[in-house]
Protein backbone atom coordinates (compact mmCIF):
# COMPACT_ATOMS: atom_id res chain seq x y z
CA UNK A 1 0.00 0.00 0.00
CA UNK A 2 2.86 2.04 0.43
CA UNK A 3 3.69 2.38 -3.31
CA UNK A 4 0.06 3.66 -4.59
CA UNK A 5 0.64 6.73 -5.60
CA UNK A 6 -1.23 10.04 -4.06
CA UNK A 7 -4.38 10.86 -5.28
CA UNK A 8 -5.43 12.56 -8.60
CA UNK A 9 -4.58 16.41 -8.83
CA UNK A 10 -1.27 17.64 -8.88
CA UNK A 11 1.26 16.07 -11.39
CA UNK A 12 3.33 13.45 -9.48
CA UNK A 13 6.72 13.48 -9.03
CA UNK A 14 7.84 9.83 -9.62
CA UNK A 15 11.45 10.65 -8.59
CA UNK A 16 10.30 10.85 -5.13
CA UNK A 17 8.52 7.73 -3.09
CA UNK A 18 5.41 8.77 -2.17
CA UNK A 19 5.14 8.35 1.87
CA UNK A 20 1.09 8.29 3.79
CA UNK A 21 0.35 10.98 5.87
CA UNK A 22 0.12 8.88 8.82
CA UNK A 23 3.97 7.93 8.33
CA UNK A 24 4.85 11.72 7.59
CA UNK A 25 7.81 12.91 10.28
CA UNK A 26 6.10 14.47 12.85
CA UNK A 27 7.76 18.29 14.31
CA UNK A 28 8.99 17.20 17.79
CA UNK A 29 7.96 18.56 21.44
CA UNK A 30 9.76 21.61 22.02
CA UNK A 31 10.13 21.55 25.73
CA UNK A 32 9.77 24.83 27.61
CA UNK A 33 12.79 26.89 28.90
CA UNK A 34 13.86 26.18 32.17
CA UNK A 35 13.54 28.32 34.59
CA UNK A 36 16.81 30.71 35.44
CA UNK A 37 18.22 30.33 38.61
CA UNK A 38 20.93 32.03 41.36
CA UNK A 39 22.80 30.54 44.13
CA UNK A 40 21.22 30.03 47.55
CA UNK A 41 23.44 32.67 48.98
CA UNK A 42 21.58 34.95 46.54
CA UNK A 43 18.78 34.03 47.55
CA UNK A 44 18.97 34.27 51.45
CA UNK A 45 21.66 37.53 51.64
CA UNK A 46 18.18 38.93 50.21
CA UNK A 47 15.86 37.83 52.84
CA UNK A 48 18.59 39.06 55.37
CA UNK A 49 18.62 42.48 53.71
CA UNK A 50 15.31 43.31 53.69
CA UNK A 51 14.34 42.20 57.05
CA UNK A 52 16.30 43.91 58.11
CA UNK A 53 15.75 47.17 56.34
CA UNK A 54 12.28 47.08 56.94
CA UNK A 55 12.55 46.75 60.36
CA UNK A 56 14.51 49.61 60.79
CA UNK A 57 12.96 51.59 58.58
CA UNK A 58 9.41 51.65 60.63
CA UNK A 59 11.45 52.34 63.96
CA UNK A 60 13.46 55.35 62.17
CA UNK A 61 10.28 56.73 60.93
CA UNK A 62 7.98 56.37 64.60
CA UNK A 63 11.14 58.39 65.98
CA UNK A 64 11.24 61.38 63.42
CA UNK A 65 7.36 61.45 62.48
CA UNK A 66 7.04 63.66 65.50
CA UNK A 67 8.92 66.61 63.71
CA UNK A 68 7.34 68.84 61.33
CA UNK A 69 9.24 67.73 57.95
CA UNK A 70 8.08 68.25 54.73
CA UNK A 71 6.05 64.79 53.27
CA UNK A 72 8.62 64.15 50.36
CA UNK A 73 11.32 64.04 53.42
CA UNK A 74 9.48 61.15 54.95
CA UNK A 75 8.73 59.06 51.63
CA UNK A 76 12.21 59.67 50.60
CA UNK A 77 13.48 58.15 54.15
CA UNK A 78 11.36 55.95 54.44
CA UNK A 79 11.99 54.33 51.01
CA UNK A 80 15.70 54.63 51.20
CA UNK A 81 16.00 53.09 54.52
CA UNK A 82 13.38 50.32 54.19
CA UNK A 83 14.03 49.29 50.38
CA UNK A 84 17.25 51.08 49.17
CA UNK A 85 19.71 48.23 50.55
CA UNK A 86 17.61 45.38 48.54
CA UNK A 87 17.72 47.25 45.93
CA UNK A 88 21.26 47.56 45.87
CA UNK A 89 21.61 43.63 47.02
CA UNK A 90 19.38 42.95 43.50
CA UNK A 91 22.04 45.15 41.18
CA UNK A 92 24.71 43.32 43.42
CA UNK A 93 23.49 39.69 42.18
CA UNK A 94 22.55 40.78 38.51
CA UNK A 95 26.54 41.54 38.31
CA UNK A 96 28.38 38.64 39.90
CA UNK A 97 25.90 36.29 38.74
CA UNK A 98 24.20 37.60 35.82
CA UNK A 99 24.67 40.34 32.98
CA UNK A 100 24.07 43.31 35.38
CA UNK A 101 20.97 44.53 33.37
CA UNK A 102 18.65 44.26 36.90
CA UNK A 103 15.50 43.67 34.41
CA UNK A 104 16.90 41.20 31.82
CA UNK A 105 18.58 39.35 34.58
CA UNK A 106 15.61 39.43 37.08
CA UNK A 107 12.32 39.16 35.10
CA UNK A 108 11.30 42.60 35.16
CA UNK A 109 11.40 43.16 31.76
CA UNK A 110 7.21 44.07 31.13
CA UNK A 111 5.13 42.79 28.42
CA UNK A 112 1.81 43.95 27.53
CA UNK A 113 0.04 40.74 28.85
CA UNK A 114 1.61 40.95 31.99
CA UNK A 115 -1.63 44.19 32.15
CA UNK A 116 -3.83 40.94 32.13
CA UNK A 117 -2.32 38.33 34.02
CA UNK A 118 -1.65 40.95 36.84
CA UNK A 119 -5.75 40.98 37.68
CA UNK A 120 -6.14 37.41 37.60
CA UNK A 121 -2.98 36.73 39.84
CA UNK A 122 -4.43 39.48 42.37
CA UNK A 123 -7.86 37.78 42.16
CA UNK A 124 -6.47 34.38 43.10
CA UNK A 125 -4.30 36.17 45.78
CA UNK A 126 -7.42 37.40 47.35
CA UNK A 127 -8.65 33.91 47.39
CA UNK A 128 -5.73 32.35 48.72
CA UNK A 129 -6.34 34.90 52.08
CA UNK A 130 -9.84 34.68 52.22
CA UNK A 131 -9.12 30.53 52.28
CA UNK A 132 -6.46 31.07 54.82
CA UNK A 133 -8.23 33.24 57.00
CA UNK A 134 -10.80 31.00 57.47
CA UNK A 135 -8.67 28.65 58.55
CA UNK A 136 -7.16 31.17 61.38
CA UNK A 137 -10.76 31.73 61.97
CA UNK A 138 -11.83 27.95 63.03
CA UNK A 139 -8.72 27.30 64.29
CA UNK A 140 -8.78 30.39 66.34
CA UNK A 141 -5.12 31.22 65.40
CA UNK A 142 -3.84 34.33 66.43
CA UNK A 143 -3.38 37.29 64.65
CA UNK A 144 -2.75 40.83 64.25
CA UNK A 145 -3.35 42.71 61.36
CA UNK A 146 -0.89 45.31 59.98
CA UNK A 147 -3.23 47.22 59.38
CA UNK A 148 -5.11 47.94 62.58
CA UNK A 149 -5.16 51.65 63.80
CA UNK A 150 -5.47 53.51 60.67
CA UNK A 151 -9.24 54.46 61.64
CA UNK A 152 -7.42 56.65 64.58
CA UNK A 153 -4.63 57.92 62.19
CA UNK A 154 -6.80 59.96 59.79
CA UNK A 155 -5.62 63.19 61.01
CA UNK A 156 -1.77 62.09 60.42
CA UNK A 157 -1.85 62.71 57.01
CA UNK A 158 1.82 62.53 56.98
CA UNK A 159 2.54 59.20 58.54
CA UNK A 160 -0.34 57.37 56.54
CA UNK A 161 0.00 59.24 52.73
CA UNK A 162 3.86 57.93 53.41
CA UNK A 163 2.67 54.20 54.09
CA UNK A 164 0.30 54.72 51.38
CA UNK A 165 3.03 55.76 48.82
CA UNK A 166 6.01 53.39 49.97
CA UNK A 167 2.93 50.22 50.11
CA UNK A 168 1.04 50.73 46.84
CA UNK A 169 4.45 51.63 44.91
CA UNK A 170 7.84 50.60 46.57
CA UNK A 171 7.02 47.52 48.16
CA UNK A 172 5.25 45.51 44.90
CA UNK A 173 8.29 46.15 43.19
CA UNK A 174 11.29 45.74 45.76
CA UNK A 175 9.55 42.76 47.38
CA UNK A 176 8.82 41.05 44.06
CA UNK A 177 12.38 41.50 42.75
CA UNK A 178 13.57 39.98 46.13
CA UNK A 179 10.92 37.19 46.69
CA UNK A 180 10.03 36.27 43.13
CA UNK A 181 13.26 36.21 41.26
CA UNK A 182 16.07 36.55 43.46
CA UNK A 183 14.92 34.05 46.50
CA UNK A 184 12.36 31.95 44.42
CA UNK A 185 15.89 31.82 41.72
CA UNK A 186 17.81 30.77 44.27
CA UNK A 187 15.66 27.92 45.65
CA UNK A 188 15.55 26.73 42.51
CA UNK A 189 19.03 25.97 42.56
CA UNK A 190 18.77 24.00 45.41
CA UNK A 191 14.67 22.45 45.59
CA UNK A 192 12.23 21.35 42.90
CA UNK A 193 9.96 24.04 41.93
CA UNK A 194 6.98 22.74 44.35
CA UNK A 195 9.42 23.45 46.96
CA UNK A 196 10.87 26.75 45.75
CA UNK A 197 7.28 28.39 45.58
CA UNK A 198 6.70 26.87 49.33
CA UNK A 199 9.79 28.01 50.51
CA UNK A 200 9.56 31.95 49.35
CA UNK A 201 5.94 31.68 50.61
CA UNK A 202 6.93 31.06 53.78
CA UNK A 203 9.97 33.22 53.73
CA UNK A 204 8.00 35.96 52.21
CA UNK A 205 5.10 35.47 55.06
CA UNK A 206 8.39 35.57 58.05
CA UNK A 207 9.57 38.79 56.56
CA UNK A 208 6.67 40.90 57.80
CA UNK A 209 6.81 39.70 61.81
CA UNK A 210 7.18 42.60 63.68
CA UNK A 211 8.08 42.19 67.16
CA UNK A 212 5.32 44.53 68.93
CA UNK A 213 2.40 42.24 67.56
CA UNK A 214 3.69 39.58 69.51
CA UNK A 215 1.69 36.05 68.96
CA UNK A 216 -0.47 38.20 66.32
CA UNK A 217 2.61 37.59 63.63
CA UNK A 218 1.82 33.89 63.66
CA UNK A 219 -1.68 34.28 61.61
CA UNK A 220 -0.47 37.24 59.71
CA UNK A 221 2.40 35.35 58.43
CA UNK A 222 -0.32 32.63 57.49
CA UNK A 223 -2.00 34.85 55.41
CA UNK A 224 1.03 36.31 53.64
CA UNK A 225 2.19 32.96 53.02
CA UNK A 226 -0.57 31.95 51.21
CA UNK A 227 -0.24 35.24 48.91
CA UNK A 228 3.46 35.01 48.30
CA UNK A 229 2.70 31.54 47.19
CA UNK A 230 0.28 32.55 44.79
CA UNK A 231 2.64 35.69 43.53
CA UNK A 232 5.55 32.52 43.48
CA UNK A 233 3.55 30.25 41.46
CA UNK A 234 2.59 32.85 38.90
CA UNK A 235 6.40 34.05 38.42
CA UNK A 236 7.87 30.84 37.88
CA UNK A 237 4.88 29.95 35.34
CA UNK A 238 5.46 33.44 33.49
CA UNK A 239 8.90 32.86 33.73
CA UNK A 240 8.80 37.03 34.77
CA UNK A 241 7.49 39.37 38.06
CA UNK A 242 5.85 42.05 35.81
CA UNK A 243 2.39 40.45 36.25
CA UNK A 244 3.30 39.77 39.64
CA UNK A 245 4.29 42.92 40.30
CA UNK A 246 0.99 44.65 39.20
CA UNK A 247 -0.78 41.85 41.48
CA UNK A 248 1.04 42.87 44.23
CA UNK A 249 0.66 46.79 44.03
CA UNK A 250 -3.75 46.47 43.15
CA UNK A 251 -3.24 43.95 46.58
CA UNK A 252 -2.16 46.42 48.52
CA UNK A 253 -3.72 49.24 47.46
CA UNK A 254 -7.48 47.73 47.57
CA UNK A 255 -6.89 46.59 51.18
CA UNK A 256 -5.45 50.71 52.32
CA UNK A 257 -8.51 52.00 50.26
CA UNK A 258 -11.14 49.65 51.71
CA UNK A 259 -9.51 50.30 55.48
CA UNK A 260 -8.68 54.06 55.02
CA UNK A 261 -11.88 55.08 53.36
CA UNK A 262 -13.80 54.11 56.20
CA UNK A 263 -15.84 50.84 54.41
CA UNK A 264 -14.17 48.50 56.68
CA UNK A 265 -15.98 50.31 59.67
CA UNK A 266 -19.55 50.16 57.86
CA UNK A 267 -18.91 46.90 57.34
CA UNK A 268 -17.65 46.22 61.07
CA UNK A 269 -20.68 47.63 62.64
CA UNK A 270 -23.14 45.92 60.01
CA UNK A 271 -21.98 41.79 59.91
CA UNK A 272 -20.27 40.32 62.59
CA UNK A 273 -18.88 37.69 60.22
CA UNK A 274 -17.39 40.73 58.32
CA UNK A 275 -15.70 42.49 61.18
CA UNK A 276 -14.11 39.47 61.31
CA UNK A 277 -12.49 38.83 58.19
CA UNK A 278 -11.73 42.51 58.32
CA UNK A 279 -9.76 42.31 61.50
CA UNK A 280 -7.54 39.67 59.33
CA UNK A 281 -7.62 42.09 56.30
CA UNK A 282 -3.43 42.50 55.79
CA UNK A 283 -1.08 43.92 53.38
CA UNK A 284 2.12 43.22 52.47
CA UNK A 285 3.98 45.38 54.04
CA UNK A 286 5.64 45.17 57.48
CA UNK A 287 5.89 49.13 58.00
CA UNK A 288 2.11 49.47 58.09
CA UNK A 289 1.94 49.73 61.64
CA UNK A 290 0.79 52.85 63.80
CA UNK A 291 3.48 55.46 65.34
CA UNK A 292 3.35 55.90 68.69
CA UNK A 293 0.16 56.61 70.15
CA UNK A 294 1.43 59.09 72.98
CA UNK A 295 2.16 61.58 70.48
CA UNK A 296 0.13 64.64 68.78
CA UNK A 297 -1.37 63.82 65.46
CA UNK A 298 0.06 66.72 63.04
Avoid at 26 to 47: D, K, M, N, W, Y
Avoid at 220 to 231: K, N, Y
Wanted: glycine share 10%; aromatic share 6%.
Amino acid sequence: MSDLPPPLGAPVDTSVPYTPAAAAPRPSFVEREPHPTLPIQAALGAVVVLTVSLLASKYVLDAVVRFDWPLVVYVVLLALIGYGPSLAWCVAVSRRWGTGRVAGDLGLTPQWTDLGWGPVIWLAAVGSQLAIGVIVLVLDIPISSNTEGFEELQADRTYIVTLVITAVIAAPLVEELVFRAVVLRGLLSRLPAVGAVAGQAVLFGAAHVDPVRGAGNVGLVMVLSGVGAVFGGAAYLLRRIGATVIAHAIFNGVVLLIVLSGVADDLRDESTVASAVEQRAVVDQADLTEPDRGRDPR
